[in-house]
């Protein structure tokens, strides 16, 4: 899920696939799975005629909700294993 919500960052505004690869760190046969599976979901989508990804309404609600459970899960974390 975390190489999903990179890709959903970075295309937010739109991508290209070489800047979603260098932008999320990954490599371009992973990129490749992943914007297909992505693409199948709804949570992006690919205009026509342009190499350009975009996050789709349904990314950008995906994104919220990774985000929101993210924090909540670290400061579950926090509260079971205290520092100090």
Known sequence: MDIMADILRVARGGAKKTWI???A?????IVK???SEMMGKGL???HRGSAI???TEKGREF???YESFKK????AVERAYPLA
């Open 25 to 29: 760190n990954l490599n371009f046969k």
């Open 44 to 46: 992006l989508e690919a």
């Open 63 to 65: 994104l919220e909700q």
């Open 33 to 35: 799975d992943y914007l």
């Open 72 to 75: 909540f899960h670290m400061v």
């Open 53 to 55: 990804y975009k996050t």
């Open 21 to 23: 690869v260098y932008r």
